[in-house]
């Protein structure tokens, strides 16, 4: 059912994000695994766009929120505002009330604007004036940032970097696939004809489903000899979390369902290393100097850590 299901999302979600099949699935996975999403690329690529069509794809409520330096938490989480006629103050619940929500430009906000989706993203609910208020299920963040431009940014705290299931990038098309978009938007936007494909129902029952898929303790153990070895790594001042073994562990589950199997194998864990693990990862000043990054941290950990599949490992 799983495997179907996600089949017939990306299919059409392809009608819109042309020859990204990878960042699509991603995606996915990520939905699937109740986690956030972090796209990471330059303007114009189709990051507004993606979000937008597996909400729809899905039938899920979508809300924008555009962050800018005078966007203040009130503004994301909503405000009480006193009634003379009731003599009482009402709460008026504000953007992040919605199923799936673009956090576009998350780090042209203020620090104090960003930690006002900490409580959201890690709980499901958020507080305002001490009442605690639930969040609409399936509850999804996606935020963007561009990488090149740092005047008037504020880099995400490491905390709310940890909070981001997946770092994604989508990348410039190709050649022919950007003639391809060009033929698709000769006369419209396909966004604007895309319908719903799955509901939010079955999505929730997805959601539940992976969590059955079998993980053996040989391969949890390989996911966490991976993280602990991005924190002994020299060039790592800080490596990945526990958070980050848990994000790990549960996209694993997700896409062993998508490729129609019930347990988890060592190849999957090593196709989502990169994207769970490279944002939880703080480079050492001294190799940053050098240009060594996180995603290069983690294909010497890779090489490093034995995989459950390997020949050694076989003859144990």
Do not use: W
Not at 115 to 136: C, F, N, R
Not at 168 to 194: C, F, K, M, N, W
Not at 234 to 245: C, F, K, T, V
């Amino acid at each position: 059912m799983i495997q179907t299901l996600t089949e017939r999302v990306v299919t059409n979600v392809k009608r819109v994000i042309v020859g990204k099949d990878d960042a699509v699935r991603l995606t996915l996975i990520a939905v699937l695994s109740q986690g956030h999403v972090l796209i990471e690329d330059v303007p114009g690529v189709g990051k507004t766009v993606l979000t937008k069509a597996i909400a729809r794809s899905i039938g899920c409520t979508f809300k924008r929120i555009q962050f800018t330096p005078d966007l203040l938490p009130s503004d994301v989480t909503g405000v009480s505002i006193f009634n003379q006629k009731t003599d009482n103050f009402e709460y008026r619940p504000g953007p992040i009330f919605s199923q799936f929500v673009l956090a576009d430009e998350i780090n042209r906000a203020t620090p104090k604007t960003q930690s006002a989706l900490l409580e959201a993203m890690e709980e499901g609910q958020i507080t305002v004036d001490g009442t605690t208020y639930k969040l609409p299920q399936p509850f999804l963040v996606m935020a963007t940032q561009n990488p090149i431009e740092y005047e008037g940014t504020f880099p995400l705290p490491e905390a709310q970097l940890d909070r981001f299931l997946m770092n994604i990038s989508l990348g410039y098309p190709q050649p022919a696939d950007e003639v391809d978009i060009l033929a698709r938007q000769q006369r419209q936007h396909p966004l604007e004809t895309l319908g719903q494909v799955i509901s939010g129902e079955e999505l929730q029952q997805m959601q539940a489903a992976v969590r059955d898929v079998a993980v053996k303790r040989e391969i949890a153990q390989y996911i966490v000899d991976i993280v602990a070895a991005t924190r002994q790594h020299p060039n790592a001042y800080l490596g990945a979390s526990p958070r980050g073994s848990l994000a790990l562990y549960r996209t694993s589950q997700v896409l062993a369902a998508m490729r129609g199997r019930s347990y988890v194998r060592p190849d999957d864990v090593k196709l989502l290393v990169p994207a769970t693990l490279a944002h939880r990862i703080i480079v050492a000043p001294a190799a940053r100097q050098r240009r060594v990054t996180a995603t290069a941290i983690l294909e010497e950990v890779m090489a490093q850590v034995a995989s459950p599949d390997t020949p050694a490992n076989f003859r144990r």
